[in-house]
């Protein structure tokens, strides 16, 4: 028997059923749509450290209102989502894409060891590492650098932004990061640059001029294809205007014109709320919640929302009580947000956080975040976790 | 040794060990022996000046302020605007002592000690929320860059912004905190698989009472030291602190890990274990004598051998001030070199963890090379840049007080000066385009570059495309 009848012929046997992860299929056995290139993954960072509690509120649980006497969101005020859990009165705007069965809520996601330090626990969600270990790639480079059927493209990892985060950076690959294409576009263009790249292939095989010609290259290869696939397509949903959702705005953009990008990043910031919390995360959350919906809405109108899964999250959540400045100090667990039309499990995810049992004030985890990105990069990247993590991490079953 | 050969060799070792040479400095070098411009480098006041951004007084004073106002139950509006105002300073400050290192780097006359300041500045990463604590824990890293590695790690231990980083205040006799002694060990001296769970267990009792006080000085606080018998790398006994750092440093494998380290910022991102075992022995020989080390380095022949030469890249930092000496840079607006700095990946005093900055390639990405690419114009034509870092972490709580979250103006002057009349004066009347390029490069250059070059209309112009270039990128 031939290895790739061999291959094919396991993995049916072994899973008795066609529900087999894509990455244990040999490529041949896959269909093209199978390979899926048009599904998207779209993540937000909330950086700062967003306050879970007061962005999903326990309303139902006495102990919230007690330790949170100047700030707690009112019960008559939080847009109720159970009898336990509702959200910040800001988000209205999210409530109607919950309703739709577009949104999933999952409590207390963190990780062992949690560390308050702004910088270093964006550091561990960016690079998926331990608390203890310090890696030098994120994870969704590592994803690129798998060198999987889905992720072989320069442009595979688009951060709508001037520079790239930790996360997009892989070994070998990296993600690219742009803000605007058209000046992208415009860069790559100039004669002086285009005359550098053009024949003259010899810098190719020297180490770090190679590597430095390679990126050019691919940045010019890139920045052409995005620019004319992506200007063919005349955005129709009007955006709030703000930073964030020019962000979101772009990632649609690229979407509905059928970029082949698997992955976008874009990022939120100021929510390190130590002082007069409810004033200034309320208007981040507003910004949030209009620039998702106007996202969501738009990825719908244009058919790309069941191929598309947006997951927001932030470097920790916030101490259960609050501080003597009506704001909240550095904390551990929280929650994440996620946003597609293919959502398996919707509403909200798991158990409510647990108010009555916390480690030294702070929650403790119930899910780490490394299962939901490997969740991800199962289902939805077709890429074996363990490849990109390092080790095998059980999946959950939100897609 | 011909004397084409010495022109290289020095340019080489001025790019490694400084931030480039001056052509007129180049040619009266390059008539004497390569050792005699190693020792030329080496023979200068191994310590200071110190950065004196923060002053003592004015740390002490807040200090005080602080204490007061900590101890209060509820704050009056004013003593909150005082609160508001010292961490508004500090934050000014924390700029400031950034910018007086950049252009101390630009402007000095001692570019080694300079450079192993850098060198040290990335080995012993530190965050500190107190620029008076950043300040004194760079004077330390300055005043030792070349001096005993001993010294050095004993003061860097002690220093309050290492304490305070690595939650040495928090580790007491009963309840021992290891951050500091692990990292003392995986990042600062052995290196990962050289020592055990257990080593780390038992060395942070050693360091239990390791503090500082008000004043910002290192406080051994008996009280809660833990006096009783530690086993460490298998020998038991009351170890203190220093006494654990002197068994790390017995072990030859710590000067195999600084070498190693030393190797791949000075020599090549792919260490040559040959040659960094020659390293290791020679430093361990000499009581880990730093300067000893960098003299060995800089005279071994492989430093100077093809696969050594024009093919690292350049940090950030590296390449701002490398290209600010180069073409005598005035800033008028220095806080664009902050800017610049977190635009690159590279922001001093704020490294990404306490593994430092992993350097090499992963300084280079699309748009990072974009802007680098971009940059020589617009600091030698004086240019407008449009393109914003990300937000600092730390800034995060500034950011949230702002109200306005429309998108923000993304453009600005770069306002920076070259001086070209001096830089056109260091070079003979007759010298020719590619001559001017095979100086500002290090790669040979290559049959396109000359190409590109040889239509410009003249030096200015050579020097503009010439740093614009990839080839710029590496040292």
């Known amino acids: ?399 | 040794m011909d004397r084409k050969d010495n022109f290289a060799n020095i340019k080489h070792l001025y790019n490694r060990a400084g931030f480039g040479i001056a052509y007129p400095d180049l040619l009266q070098l390059s008539k004497r022996r390569l050792s005699k411009a190693v020792d030329k480098l080496l023979d200068i006041p191994h310590q200071g000046p110190d950065l004196l951004t923060v002053s003592a007084d004015e740390f002490k004073q807040q200090q005080l302020v602080l204490a007061g106002l900590n101890g209060k139950k509820d704050l009056s509006p004013e003593e909150k605007q005082q609160r508001e105002d010292i961490t508004k300073a500090r934050n000014e400050k924390s700029r400031d002592l950034n910018l007086d290192w950049v252009q101390r780097m630009i402007a000095t006359q001692n570019p080694l000690l300079e450079k192993m300041t850098l060198f040290w500045h990335g080995h012993f990463a530190c965050r500190a929320n107190n620029p008076f604590y950043s300040q004194q824990l760079n004077n330390i890293q300055r005043n030792n860059a070349l001096g005993n590695f001993k010294t050095l790690l004993m003061e860097v231990s002690k220093s309050p912004a290492m304490l305070d980083y690595l939650n040495n205040q928090q580790n007491k006799k009963g309840h021992p905190n290891e951050n500091f002694s692990r990292e003392l060990m995986e990042l600062f001296t052995l290196g990962r698989g050289n020592y055990t769970e257990t080593d780390i267990k038992e060395a942070a009792r050693s360091f239990t009472g390791w503090a500082y006080n008000k004043n910002g000085d290192f406080e051994f606080n008996p009280k809660v030291h833990d006096e009783k018998a530690k086993t460490f790398f298998g020998q038991t006994g009351t170890f203190d602190g220093e006494a654990i750092i002197d068994l790390i440093l017995q072990k030859p494998e710590t000067a195999n890990f600084i070498c190693r380290k030393i190797y791949i910022f000075f020599v090549n991102d792919t260490p040559d274990e040959t040659h960094v075992k020659e390293l290791a022995a020679h430093f361990y020989e000499q009581k880990y004598d730093i300067s000893a080390l960098m003299k060995r380095l800089f005279n071994a022949d492989w430093f100077y051998g093809k696969e050594n030469t024009g093919n690292k890249i350049k940090s950030p930092v590296e390449f701002l001030v490398n290209l600010s000496r180069e073409f005598y840079v005035t800033y008028n607006k220095p806080q664009i070199l902050i800017q610049l700095q977190t635009s690159l990946g590279q922001y001093l005093f704020n490294p990404p963890n306490v593994a430092g900055w992993p350097g090499g390639k992963s300084w280079i990405d699309s748009s990072s090379l974009m802007l680098r690419l971009k940059i020589p114009s617009l600091v030698l034509n004086d240019g407008i840049l449009d393109f914003n870092g990300k937000a600092d972490p730390e800034e995060e709580a500034v950011i949230a007080l702002n109200k306005k979250q429309k998108p923000r103006p993304v453009k600005s002057y770069v306002n920076a000066q070259a001086d070209w009349s001096k830089f056109l004066s260091c070079f003979p009347k007759d010298m020719k385009q590619t001559e001017l390029a095979s100086f500002l490069l290090e790669p040979t250059l290559g049959k396109k570059v000359s190409d590109i070059i040889i239509s410009n209309v003249n030096l200015k112009n050579t020097a503009i495309a010439v740093t614009s270039m990839p080839e710029y990128q590496l040292c």
Not at chain 1, 97 to 107: E, F, H, P, R
Not at chain 1, 261 to 281: A, E, K, P
């Open chain 1, 1 to 399: 028997m031939e290895r790739r009848d061999f291959l094919r012929n396991a993995a049916f046997a072994a899973a008795g059923t066609l529900i087999v992860p894509a990455f244990m299929k040999p490529f041949e056995a896959l269909a093209l749509e199978e390979l899926s290139l048009y599904k998207n993954l779209v993540v937000v960072q909330l950086s700062g450290g967003n306050d879970g509690l007061n962005t999903v509120v326990p309303f139902g649980n006495d102990i919230y209102y007690q330790m949170r006497k100047g700030i707690a969101v009112k019960p008559d005020e939080v847009i109720k989502l159970n009898d336990m859990q509702g959200l910040n009165p800001n988000l209205n705007c999210l409530r109607e894409l919950y309703d739709q069965g577009w949104m999933s809520v999952i409590n207390d996601v963190g990780y062992p060891n949690p560390d308050r330090s702004h910088f270093r626990s964006m550091d561990i969600w960016q690079t998926a590492s331990d608390a203890n270990q310090y890696l030098s790639t994120g994870w969704i480079g590592r994803y690129l650098d798998s060198n999987c059927q889905t992720c072989k493209f320069p442009y595979t990892a688009i951060e709508v932004d001037d520079s790239l985060s930790l996360a997009m950076k892989g070994k070998s690959k990296k993600g690219i990061a742009l803000k605007d294409p058209a000046a992208l576009y415009r860069n790559t263009n100039e004669p002086f640059f285009r005359e550098m790249i053009k024949s003259d292939k010899d810098h190719l095989d020297e180490e770090n001029l190679g590597y430095l010609y390679k990126t050019m290259i691919e940045t010019s290869s890139s920045a052409d294809y995005i620019q004319n696939t992506s200007k063919i397509y005349q955005p129709n949903y009007t955006y709030p205007n703000t930073g964030f959702s020019n962000q979101l705005k772009t990632v649609s953009r690229f979407i509905c014109s059928g970029l082949k990008t698997r992955v976008y990043y874009v990022s939120l910031s100021g929510f390190d709320t130590h002082v007069n919390q409810v004033n200034q995360q309320g208007r981040l959350l507003q910004q949030y919640a209009e620039g998702i919906n106007a996202f969501v809405k738009d990825l719908h109108q244009n058919n790309k929302l069941d191929d598309t899964l947006v997951i927001t999250f932030s470097e920790f959540g916030r101490r259960v009580a609050q501080n003597a400045s009506n704001g909240t100090d550095h904390g551990t667990a929280n929650n994440m947000f996620l946003f597609g039309g293919r959502l398996k499990k919707q509403g909200i995810y798991n158990a409510a956080p647990d108010l009555a049992n916390l480690d030294n004030g702070d929650l403790k985890y119930q899910i780490d975040f490394r299962e939901v990105y490997g969740t991800i990069l199962d289902k939805w990247l077709d890429v074996n976790n363990a490849q990109v993590l390092n080790k095998r991490f059980n999946t959950l079953d939100f897609i």
